[in-house]
Structures are given as C-alpha cells and as structure tokens.
C-alpha cells in the first residue's frame, strides 16, 4: 500500500527542503530491497532524478514501528 503525504505539513526538525515523503509498505524488508532494485523502478526512477534531493530509507518492522 502506498500513502502520499499530501496537505500541509510542518518542518520541526531536520532539513529545510523537505517537500513530501511516501510510506510503501511491503511484506518483508527484501521485498522492499528487491522493489527497488527491480528493472521497473529503475526506469520510473531515473525520471524524477535531478529534480531536486531524494532520500530512500527501508525501515524493518520491529519495536519502534507499527
């Protein structure tokens, strides 16, 4: 499932420039892995870069998470 971040939002911490973030959740952490290195984001990816910073972070389930 993926939810976009959308309305307004508050910086209260961290870098200046940030503009929205996406929360992907995927059935295991290699599958969030393989998501990314698969052929297909490849492609769709190379068209946003150069537009500006992207961080990608996989986050693994654990106590912190829900």
């Known amino acids: 499932m993926c939810w976009p971040a959308a ?3 508050r ?18 952490l290699e599958a969030g ?5 698969s ?3 490849r492609a769709v990816a190379a068209l946003r870069r150069g537009g ?5 972070v996989i986050v693994e389930d654990g106590d912190a998470t829900v």
């Open 39 to 41: 052929p297909e984001y």
């Open 33 to 37: 892995v393989a998501c990314f290195q």
């Open 52 to 56: 500006g910073i992207v961080e990608n």
């Open 11 to 28: 910086s209260l911490e961290g870098p200046e420039q940030f503009h929205r973030f996406v929360v992907i959740d995927f059935p295991t």
């Open 7 to 9: 309305g307004a939002t």
